[in-house]
C-alpha cells in the first residue's frame, strides 16, 4: 500500500488507501457496503473551496483533502492569535495502537489518519505506551518493536511525537499489566488497591508498595526506573527531535488519584475509600501508632458512603460531618500524603532517568469536577486530594511538579458548568480555574486535554480555555483517534475547531513552485515503514 502527498502552488493533495475490513469503519450509524462517496466540509456551503471527499467500497477507503486557490480565508497564511500563537495542537492515538503481541493495529488506517492530521496542521501525536505491552512476559525484557514501528511512521509524515508510559492498564480497550506481574498478584493480592468489601482494582499497582520489593525482589520504583532507562535507550534517535514530551503515568487511567470510583461505572456517588489492602492498612496502622491514636488505625471510615450512594445519604461529608473532624483530618491528611509522595517518586525516578535530554516531562491530574460545590467536594476527598484548615488542596501537588520540573496535563478543558447535570452539583469550571491558578502560583507549565466523549460546545469551550491569559497554555491534545473521530460529522467540527484555534496556515512546502511527492511504502510486517521521495 502507498500513501502520498503532492504539494504545489495550486492545491494540495491528501490521498490515502485504508483496509476497510481492518478497520471496520462506520459513518454515522450506517455501516458502508458497496460504495459510496462522503463530503466533509471545511467551511460554509457558500464556499467554492472543493472539500474533503471520502470513497468507500467494500474493500478500501479512500480520503482526498483539496485545497484550491478559492480556499476559505482560514487556510491561507494568516497571523495566529496572539493568545493561541504558541499552543501546539497535538492528537491522541487509540490506546490499542500497539496489540499486547507488539503488532501495530489498524497500521494502514492509522498512517492514512497521521496524513490527514498533517494536512490540517496538527502539529503532533500522542502515543501511549503501555507497561503490560512492552514488558509483558518477564521482568527486564523489553519489547519495544511495536512502538518503535508507530515513532517511524511519525517520523516520517513530519509529525512530533508525545509519549506516555503507561504503568497502568486499560479496561476499554483490555490492556492488563505485564503478565508476570499479574501471577505475582495471584500469589500475593495484596499489591492491589483494595475497596471495603475486599473488590481489588487491578489495572494498577498500590501506592503503599512503591518501596517494597514485592515484584521478585524489586519495588515497583525500581522496576519503573528499568522501563524508562530501556526506553530511553531504545528511542535514543527521536529523542529531542521527534518526541518533543513524556508523560509519566502516575495512576489509574493514567492520572493521579486512587481508583475510588472502580466499582461504580455510572459515577452517581462520590467513589469510595481504597485503603483496604494489606500494605495501606499495614501504614495507617503505623500513623496512627505514631499519632498517639492506634484505635483509628483499624480501617477507613465507616460512615462513608457506598459507591452509587449520594454524599448525603450518610454523615461523613456533610457539613459538620466526620470529614471536618480531628479524626477526619487525621485520615484524610494520611490518604492525601500516600498520593503525594507517590507523586513524588514516579516523577523523580523519571526525572533522575531523562535528565540531560531535553525533553519535557509531564504528569496528568483528573478533573474531579462532581460534587464540586458541596463544601467537602467528596469525589477529590475519595481520589486523594486533601488539604486540612481549607488550604488548597492542590498546592502540595503543584509543588510536587514544580520540585521536579514537571508540567502538569490537565483534562476536562471540554467541559462547561452549563451541560452538567444539576443534582450532580458539578463545576469543572471552577475546578479547572481553581487547578489552574495553583499551577500559576508555583510556576508550574500547564497542558490540556478534552475529556474522554464528546460533549455539547465541547469545541468551544477548548478554545476558550486556551484563550485564557492567566494561565499560558502551552499544549493542548486532542482525545482521541478512532472510526468516531473521522466521521463526517466529528471531523468536520474538528477542522472548524483547528480553524478556530490556529488559523492553519499554509507550509513554505506549499507555496513553492516545484511540486513534490512523497510516498511512505508499507509492507505487510510490523517493522517501520520506509520514505521515499520522488
Known amino acids: 500500500m502507498e500513501v502520498s502527498v503532492i504539494g504545489n ?7 490515502a ?3 476497510y475490513r481492518e478497520l471496520g469503519f462506520r459513518f454515522g450509524s450506517e455501516v458502508i457496503s458497496g460504495e ?3 463530503r466533509v466540509s471545511f467551511c460554509n ?11 468507500c467500497s467494500h474493500r478500501s477507503v479512500k480520503c482526498e483533502a483539496i485545497v484550491s486557490d478559492d480556499a476559505p480565508p482560514f487556510l491561507n497564511s494568516t497571523p495566529k492569535s496572539k493568545s493561541l500563537e504558541s499552543v501546539k495542537l497535538f492528537v491522541g492515538l487509540p490506546l490499542d495502537t500497539v496489540s499486547d503481541c507488539n503488532n501495530v493495529n489498524h497500521l494502514k488506517a492509522i498512517t492514512a489518519g497521521l496524513k490527514a492530521l498533517k494536512l490540517l496542521g496538527v502539529q503532533g501525536i500522542e502515543l501511549p505506551i503501555f507497561w503490560g505491552v512492552v514488558e509483558k512476559e518477564a521482568a527486564g525484557r523489553y519489547e519495544w518493536s511495536g512502538y ?6 511519525v517520523k516520517k509524515v513530519g509529525l512530533k511525537l508525545h509519549v506516555s508510559l503507561s504503568f497502568h492498564g486499560s479496561k476499554h480497550p483490555e490492556i492488563g499489566l505485564p503478565d508476570w506481574v499479574a501471577k505475582i498478584g495471584e500469589a500475593e493480592p495484596g499489591i492491589y488497591f ?4 475486599g473488590q481489588q482494582y487491578k489495572d494498577c499497582l498500590s501506592f503503599a508498595v512503591d518501596d517494597v520489593p514485592v515484584l521478585h525482589g524489586k519495588t515497583p520504583m525500581e522496576v519503573y526506573r528499568g522501563f524508562c532507562d530501556s526506553f530511553k535507550s531504545a528511542f535514543s534517535d527521536y529523542m529531542g527531535n521527534t518526541i518533543t514530551g513524556i508523560t509519566l503515568g502516575l495512576g489509574p487511567d493514567g492520572e493521579l488519584k486512587y481508583p475510588s470510583h472502580q466499582h461504580n461505572v455510572k459515577r452517581s456517588g462520590a467513589g469510595e475509600f ?9 501504614a495507617l496502622k503505623a500513623y496512627a501508632e505514631s499519632t498517639g491514636n492506634p484505635l483509628w488505625g483499624l480501617g477507613g471510615p465507616h460512615d462513608a458512603p457506598a459507591y452509587d450512594h449520594q454524599p448525603n445519604s450518610s454523615t461523613f461529608f456533610s457539613d459538620g460531618g466526620s470529614w471536618e473532624s480531628q479524626y477526619g483530618n487525621f485520615f484524610l491528611s494520611w490518604y492525601s500524603s500516600l498520593l503525594t509522595s507517590h507523586a513524588d517518586r514516579v516523577l523523580s525516578v523519571a526525572s533522575s532517568a531523562f535528565s540531560g535530554i531535553g525533553v519535557p516531562l509531564c504528569g496528568k491530574l483528573p478533573l474531579l469536577h462532581q460534587w464540586h460545590k458541596l463544601r467537602s467536594q467528596p469525589s477529590e476527598l475519595t481520589a486523594g486530594f486533601y488539604s486540612s484548615n481549607g488550604q488548597d488542596r492542590y498546592e502540595a501537588i503543584t509543588e510536587i511538579f514544580a520540585k521536579n520540573s514537571c508540567r502538569m496535563i490537565i483534562p476536562g478543558m471540554d467541559l462547561s458548568d452549563e451541560h452538567q447535570s444539576p443534582e450532580s452539583l458539578s463545576s469543572p469550571e471552577s475546578l479547572l480555574a481553581h487547578i489552574k491558578t495553583s499551577c500559576k502560583k508555583q510556576g508550574v507549565v500547564v497542558s490540556g486535554q478534552n475529556s474522554s466523549t464528546p460533549v455539547p460546545g465541547g469545541f468551544e469551550r477548548i478554545v476558550e480555555n486556551l484563550k485564557d491569559e492567566n494561565v499560558g497554555i502551552d499544549l493542548f491534545t486532542y482525545q482521541r483517534m478512532g472510526a468516531l473521530f473521522f466521521s463526517p460529522e466529528h471531523f468536520h467540527a474538528f ?11 499554509l507550509s513554505s512546502d506549499d507555496k513553492a513552485a516545484d511540486v513534490e511527492d512523497e510516498t511512505v511504502s508499507i509492507g505487510s510486517g510490523t517493522g517501520a515503514p520506509s520514505l521515499q521521495t520522488a
Open 17 to 19: 488507501e485504508l483496509a
Open 274 to 282: 481504597q485503603c483496604y489492602d494489606k500494605h495501606m492498612l499495614t
Open 148 to 153: 518503535l514501528a508507530v515513532a517511524e511512521i
Open 9 to 15: 502552488p495550486q492545491a494540495r493533495i491528501c490521498r
Open 194 to 197: 483494595t475497596d471495603r468489601y
Open 36 to 38: 459510496s462517496r462522503n
Open 495 to 505: 477542522t472548524v475547531f483547528v480553524r478556530n484555534l490556529s488559523r492553519f496556515e
Open 45 to 55: 456551503q457558500s464556499s467554492k473551496w472543493k472539500e474533503i471527499a471520502i470513497r
